[in-house]
């Protein structure tokens, strides 16, 4: 069986659709049965570190999964219009090596954010929340 693709892979990759049936022709979404999907066949990102951002009238906040890590091993940054996390942590050594966990992390700060007041801390439950309020401006100011 001849496989002709492309020179270059299209922009969102090459369908599925295009690819399993050929592979597999009997199976056409069902294997006796059972369903299946593509999803079956292609393994989930190995994400070990997702983070949630939001930006609204009251401040900037990130909110990271760092419970791998001890806040010891968390390093905090801002850079430019970024706010940077690394995080690095090794493990015992296992047999002849050393395992070592590691993920580098950034996040674009808006327009607005006083970065002078950012402030990070880990929760009890391995959350890093990053936060900085909004800067004061003439018209946002109560005026008593």
Known sequence: ??????STPPAGGIPWQKVIPPLIPRLNGTYGQY??????????NDNT???EVNCDDSGFTVQVDVKHFNP?????????DFVEVQGKHEEKKDGSGVTTRQFNRRYR???GVDTMALESAVSPDGILIISAPMLQTEDSRILT
Do not use: Q, T, Y
């Open 1 to 6: 069986m001849d496989f002709i693709l492309p």
């Open 35 to 44: 369903n299946w999907s593509p999803k079956l066949l292609i393994p989930d």
């Open 49 to 51: 570190s997702s983070a």
């Open 72 to 80: 010891e091993d968390l390093m905090v940054k801002v850079r430019g």
């Open 109 to 111: 700060i808006p327009k």
